[in-house]
Nanobody, 127 residues
Framework: QVQLVESGGRLVQAGGSLRLSCAAS????????MGWFRQAPGKEREFVAG????????SYADSVKGRFTISRDNANNTLYLQMNSLKPEDTAVYSC????????????????????WGQGTQVTVSS
């Protein structure tokens, strides 16, 4: 089992940058595929980015491609999301999630594929 705690969310102006962190407990963080998801008020939760166990393979939603970068530090059990050129439509609660399925090699875009979730961190982008 792994516990996930996000941090780094805050109010930022459009065009600004933020880096979100997701600290994971346990000694097997490197075994999990990891993802970032977000949910805006009144909207469905959506996939933002995912990363393989080694960190070599990353995937992104079209809406954030070229602006966001997902990365992980397996030595320190931490997942990151670097967000640049933020837009008001990026405003949402951002959550990290861990997928323990060892048969999967690429991070899924489906929330149902993930077994563990953090509590989320609020990102608000003002225009």
């Amino acid at each position: 089992q792994v516990q996930l705690v996000e941090s780094g969310g805050r109010l930022v102006q459009a065009g600004g940058s933020l880096r979100l962190s997701c600290a994971a407990s346990g000694r097997t963080f490197y075994n999990y595929l990891m993802g970032w998801f977000r949910q805006a008020p009144g909207k469905e939760r959506e996939f933002v980015a995912g990363i393989s166990r080694s960190g070599a393979i990353a995937s992104y939603a079209d809406s954030v491609k070229g602006r966001f970068t997902i990365s992980r530090d397996n030595a320190n059990n931490t997942l990151y999301l670097q967000m640049n050129s933020l837009k008001p439509e990026d405003t949402a609660v951002y959550s990290c999630a861990a997928d323990r399925d060892l048969l999967r090699t690429i991070a899924s875009t489906l929330g149902s594929s993930y077994d563990y979730w953090g509590q989320g961190t609020q990102v608000t982008v003002s225009s």
